[in-house]
């Protein structure tokens, strides 16, 4: 087994992490900013944004159960929920498995949004391609993903 191949050391993993940690703030503030700078033409906040490709990816949602697939509040996904349905991008249907919490999916218009986003943010993260591997992604995730498991038990609600 190579040493890129062998498990950290217990010592080794947390200083390992931390460059992790040390890339993600500064790359989840910048595509922030890009969005927003972006907002304009796009017609869409980050939150907003977000709140659309969480519905693209997984279909109708409660806003409890969005606030806890993005690890945010609830109150937050409400506003944004709220300015989405002001916008015509979403909208509330009844939910058959709670009568107090409405399921929130896109409309229309909504999906045209998003889709149209999300083309181009793939076209611009085609520039990243250069020379990675899907090996190299598939780490990343896994990586990411234990971290993300790690912290799972904090409440975003207080």
Known sequence: MSDEERPLTPEDVGPRLMEVFALVGPLYRRVSR?????????????????V????????????????????????????????????GLVEAVPNPAHARSSLIRLTDAGR???????????????????????SDVDTCVRVLSRMLALFEDVNLDS
């Open 52 to 87: 659309l490709d969480l519905l693209r990816q997984h279909g109708p949602m409660t806003v409890p159960q969005m606030g806890r697939a993005q690890s945010i509040s609830r109150q937050f996904v409400q506003r944004m929920v709220n300015d989405a349905v002001a916008d």
């Open 112 to 134: 045209t949004a998003i889709d149209a986003v999300v083309a181009r943010e793939n076209a611009l993260l085609c520039e990243a391609a250069d020379d990675l591997t899907a």
């Open 34 to 50: 890009k969005i927003e700078q972006d907002a304009p033409r796009q017609g869409l906040s980050v939150g907003v944004r977000a």
